[in-house]
């Protein structure tokens, strides 16, 4: 892939940067976010496509893009299709430092070295180009007033900041409350970026945490004499989660 397009993965990023303060909106989530953005941003580049709600390694072929290959090696690795929400919700924590370092490396932003109460070291963000961050928000704002579809990348992008909580960062306030809507409904626009945005909402709803139903029922402990039960017996190693 090369570097003549912004990634999706990038461009979420620089709409949730704050240009006055150089943090970024919503950093919990913003990594969930992250991480289904590159599902998007391989889905796009034929690497990858939905299976149901579980996405499926169809070309293993690298993009180019060094920190979008390492997400679709790990994919690979999984060998078969994973769910979307178990991806999403997986221990990829970081994501939003190791774009903010790619963002520099690439010259979109330059770091700003600080201190917090005169003690604690800070870095902020401050984008190199305001007029990328002005394009990709003007983007959406197109599609939120003229209501026309927008291309999938543009879709996909709405859905992720929607899914991810930048909604009231973009369009504060009550007379924001329309476009918010707004940008909720374009979710629908783009199947897999509307797949991917609801596996975010489900992470941070705890949806992946929820045991499964098929798992089977944990060993009830027997009664004993006197009324005081006895712990279930061990019968070796612990039993292994399996991996999704």
């Known amino acids: 892939m090369g570097r003549s397009r912004r990634t999706i993965p990038e461009e979420l990023l620089l709409l949730a940067l704050d240009p006055a303060t150089g943090t970024t909106a919503q950093p919990q989530s913003l990594d969930l976010g992250l991480a289904g953005a590159q599902l998007v941003e391989l889905a796009l580049a034929g690497r990858i496509a939905p299976d149901g709600d579980r996405i499926a390694v169809v070309m293993p072929r690298p993009t180019g893009d060094p920190t979008l290959d390492s997400a679709l090696e790990l994919l690979r690795r999984r060998g078969s299709p994973v769910r979307a929400v178990h991806w999403i919700g997986g221990p990829r924590l970081g994501l939003r430092q190791i774009y903010l370092a790619h963002l520099e490396r690439c010259g979109m932003v330059h770091a700003v070295a600080g201190q917090m109460c005169g003690v604690l070291p800070t870095t902020r963000y401050q984008a190199t180009d305001t007029e990328i961050s002005r394009e990709i928000r003007a983007r959406l704002d197109s599609a ?65 945490a929820q045991p499964r139903r098929d798992r089977a029922p944990a060993p009830q402990a027997r ?8 712990q279930p017996r061990r019968t070796g190693a612990m039993a292994r989660v399996p991996a999704h």
């Open 223 to 230: 009664p004993a004499a006197g009324g005081v039960p006895l």
């Open 144 to 208: 939120i007033r003229t209501g026309v579809p927008p291309d999938p990348r543009t879709a996909a992008l709405a859905a992720l900041a929607h899914a991810v909580g930048l909604g009231k960062h973009l369009y504060p306030g009550n007379e924001g409350r329309s476009s918010r809507s707004r940008l909720r409904d374009l979710i629908r626009h783009d199947p897999m970026g509307g797949l991917v945005a609801h596996a975010v909402m489900d992470v941070q709803n705890g949806v992946a």
